[in-house]
């Protein structure tokens, strides 16, 4: 049971960070431990500026992760309940707040505290034999913590169907109501999450942190302050030469495309 990261150079600098959550003999399943372990590995990773973009997958094709513990879900009472679902809380919110983008790369089962998981991530991409979940009712509980960022993401009513009902569904369906990005087959699934990664990767570093906070910031701001927030955000690309850079060998290459056309 543990959290290994493996860090991959990019040769235009900075890194990108694979985790692997792996508890596999029960399903990924977050445990105490397990999820203080996550918390520690992505502050650290947190606070480094040199990291680019994070994926996060589950150990083993069964599951991404499979739920909370419900070993320890049982043996919870009205005095250890909160500090546990607090810690459900900052394993997801540890992904979400993190500054540079997350890619949920599921495989199996996304169910309960790990669709929430998946859910703080900014990006999903699952094999077509992924199953999601939120079957909390199902065991005298409600789904809470980031379980309130299904309403935003889905809508209303598929939120209401996961939540009240507990049923689960397939990759096809979560693709349709956007619960995913990308549905591949498991052969495809690495490949599919590289390409996007090569996407976000081949944009300027600090403008997707920028970004990326934005985002965050446009989820909870009213419209007139999401906006101005924006503004402030404009500027402070400036406060580097990426800008000048970046835009300068755009400019550059599409002068060199209208002289060719020209010839």
């Keep these: 049971m543990s959290v290994p990261v493996r860090r991959e150079e990019r040769p235009e600098g900075g890194y990108l960070a694979r985790l692997t959550i792996d508890n596999a003999g029960k399903l990924n399943s977050l445990n105490r431990a397990l999820m203080t372990e996550i918390v520690e590995t992505a502050g650290g990773l947190a606070a480094d500026p040199r990291l680019r973009l994070a994926v996060v997958s589950g150990a083993g094709e069964r599951a991404f992760v499979g739920g909370a513990d419900i070993g320890e879900i049982a043996a919870l009472d009205h005095t250890t309940a909160r500090s546990f679902i607090m810690l459900v809380h900052h394993c997801c919110d540890a992904f979400r707040r993190l500054p540079v983008p997350v890619i949920a790369r599921i495989d199996g089962y996304a169910l309960g505290a790990g669709l929430e998981l998946a859910c703080a991530c900014d990006l999903r991409v699952a094999s077509d034999r992924s199953v999601f979940g939120m079957p909390e009712v199902r065991i005298g509980i409600p789904s809470v ?34 619960l995913v990005d990308i549905v591949v087959p498991p052969g495809g699934l690495d490949d599919a999450v590289d390409r996007l990664a090569g996407s976000i990767l081949a944009a300027g570093p600090q403008a997707i942190r ?7 910031d446009w989820e909870e701001l009213p419209t007139a302050a999401a906006v101005e927030r924006g503004i402030d955000c404009f500027v402070s690309a400036f406060d580097t ?3 000048a850079q970046m835009a300068g060998a755009m400019l550059a290459e599409l002068r060199s495309r209208r002289r060719s056309n020209q010839e």
């Design 145 to 178: 913590v980031e379980a309130a960022l299904l309403p935003k993401l889905i809508g209303q009513g598929p939120s209401r169907r996961l939540l009240l009902t507990g049923e689960t569904i397939g990759a096809a369906e979560a693709l349709a109501w956007g």
């Design 210 to 216: 920028l970004q990326k906070s934005l985002i965050l």
């Design 241 to 243: 030469d990426e800008p």
